[in-house]
């Protein structure tokens, strides 16, 4: 994932979580807002996870999966927050668990745009 794709000032971050929009299973939660261009996000994990290496594979896994679904997620702010159970998971099924979230948003942002 680019550096222009990243949310990086933490008022861009708060304003995401105070529209609380969000979405999200038992390994990840999605807090998100429709904008303009293209995609902005975040991802942050808690010390609660593990090490920091743990962290990072995770935070990569999490970039890799979104630059696959790329062309789905233009026009959309997000932070991602990874929880702990999702250490556990395979890759194949962090991307089908955040493929399903993706698939989520992106089923509101048609209906809000009807």
């Given at each position: 994932?680019?550096r222009?794709?990243?949310l ?26 429709q ?13 609660k ?15 890799e ?9 233009i ?18 099924e962090?991307?089908?668990?955040l493929?399903?979230?993706f ?6 942002k ?5």
């Amino acid at each position: 994932m680019n550096r222009k794709y990243s949310l990086k000032k933490s008022y861009e971050i708060e304003k995401v979580m105070s529209l609380k929009k969000s979405v999200g299973n038992r390994f990840y939660t999605i807090y998100y807002q429709q904008s303009e261009g293209e995609m902005k996000i975040a991802i942050s994990v808690s010390k609660k996870v593990g090490r920091a290496v743990i962290r990072n594979y995770e935070k990569r896994a999490v970039r890799e999966i979104i630059r696959k679904n790329k062309k789905e997620l233009i026009g959309i702010k997000a932070l991602i927050i990874i929880k702990r159970l999702a250490v556990e998971l395979t890759f194949q099924e962090k991307d089908d668990s955040l493929s399903n979230l993706f698939s989520k948003i992106l089923k509101e942002k048609k209906n809000e745009q009807k």
